[in-house]
């Protein structure tokens, strides 16, 4: 039975939220990226791209993102369950699930992530971020998170993307039960990277 708790991420009202300054960016002497941090400090970016096996499976509503994915691993569904999905997928075995919302509001990186996990820590308190790391995907930066929370008793751990630029702001989330996140990390992961912004249209 699949199970229905992708409202744990629903997009929450962006009115009223700002913009942010763009982000500088740098290469380090060995040729690494880099992006300067509000603090004045550098981290280093990892890079990703989509799957060489990888097809389309979806071109979102308005033309601004497109996931592609590895044939026969993960299935559309016809109907979400979650009102603030544009589309949501479910993996072959059944035990892991995927949503992306897509919101046309530009909204900074860090208000993005306080939003989605705002919206967690309202069903879980104690829910905590386990891993953040900023990567360039498919040549756009987006942010990493994994976040494990607990509801209604059940143990799960998200591993998820964000990313907000001229094109709107993105939710793209994969999720299992904390027991098997070790084991479908690989493709959670194949499937975030499937994630490409389609260039805005002027």
Known sequence: MRLALSFLLAAASLSGCGTGAQEQR??????????????????????????KNATLAYTGKRGTFAMYLVPDTWKKLDEVDNEDAEVEFDHKDGDVYAMIIAERIMVP?????KIAFD???????????????KRTVNG???????????VEGIPFT??????????????????????LFKEYKPEMEAFLNGFEIVKKKD
């Open 26 to 51: 740098a290469k380090t002497e060995d040729g690494k990226d880099a992006i300067l941090e509000a603090d004045g400090t550098w981290s280093d970016v990892g890079k990703y791209t989509k799957d």
């Open 119 to 133: 919206n967690i820590r309202a069903l879980d308190e104690s829910a905590k971020i386990a891993f953040e790391e």
């Open 158 to 179: 998200y591993h998820n993307y964000y990313y907000s630029g001229d094109e709107g702001s993105f939710q793209v989330m994969t999720f299992t039960g904390r027991n």
């Open 109 to 113: 990186l860090n208000t993005l992530k």
């Open 140 to 150: 756009k930066n987006v942010l990493c998170l994994t976040i494990e929370a607990t």
